[in-house]
C-alpha cells in the first residue's frame, strides 16, 4: 500500500495532494482522464478499459497510482515489473506491456516499466507528473529494482518533421535547443535518456518512434 500527502504551491496558495494507490472504485474517474489527456489524434484504441485496469490492480497493485486533489482524481500512472535486459533493447509499447494488460507482469524482474501517465489539462500547472513519478521512483527504491525505464512520446515532433529526422529532433530536444511537452518534462524529472526506439507505438506526432528514458536506482 502507497499513500503520500504533500503539500503544493501555485499563485501562492498551497493545495494538498494525495498520492495513493488506485482502486476499483476510481475506474470510471480514471477512463474520463485517459480521454481528456489523450484527445484525437491519439488512437481511442490505446486508451485504458475496465479489463485492463482490474488488470493493473490485481496484478500489480503497487504499480497503480493516482492523485487526488481536494478528493478529486486529477492523474494517473501505471506500471508494471519486467526482466530487461539492456544489450537487447529494442522493444514495442504493445509487447513490453502486454498491449497494456500487464499480463506478463514478472514479480521478479528488475526494472520497473511506465506503462502510462496522464494528467488532467485542467491540472497541469501543479507539476503532478512529476509527483507521481516521483511515487515510482520510490517504489523502485523500496522494491530494491535496478530501474525504472519507459518510452517517451515525441509529440511535438510533428512540427519539426519537415526539417528533422526522429533522432535529430531528440538530440536537439535533450540538448535543450528544442521543448518536447513529454520529454522535456521527463528530462525534469531526472530521466535519463538511452536511445530512439523505432515503430514503438500508434503515434502519428511521434511518427511512431519513442525515446528510451530511465531512472536508476541510486542505492544499488
Known sequence: ?????????????????????????????????????????????????????????????????????????????????????????????????????????????????VVDICIRPSHRKLNLGKLLMQGLYETVVHLKLERLLGGSRMPGFSQASHLLSPQQYADKVISGELYDPVVSFLLRCGRTPLMLIPNYIEDEESSNHALLMEWKNPFL
Not at 47 to 56: A, E, G, I, R, Y
Not at 58 to 84: H, K
Request: aromatic share 10%; glycine share 4%; hydrophobic share 35%.
Open 1 to 113: 500500500m502507497y499513500i503520500k500527502e504533500q503539500y503544493l504551491y501555485m499563485n501562492n496558495q498551497t493545495i494538498k495532494a494525495v498520492v495513493r494507490n488506485y482502486e476499483q472504485n476510481d475506474f470510471a474517474e480514471l477512463l474520463t482522464i485517459q480521454k481528456e489527456s489523450f484527445p484525437p489524434p491519439f488512437p481511442k484504441e490505446l486508451l485504458w478499459n475496465d479489463k485492463q485496469l482490474h488488470n493493473h490492480i490485481s496484478l500489480f497493485p503497487d504499480g497503480a497510482l493516482c492523485v487526488e486533489i481536494d478528493g478529486v482524481i486529477a492523474g494517473s500512472i501505471t506500471s508494471l515489473l519486467v526482466n530487461y535486459d539492456l544489450n537487447q533493447p529494442m522493444h514495442t509499447w504493445e509487447e513490453i506491456t502486454s498491449n497494456g494488460n500487464i499480463t506478463n507482469h514478472d514479480q521478479n524482474g528488475n526494472t520497473l516499466y
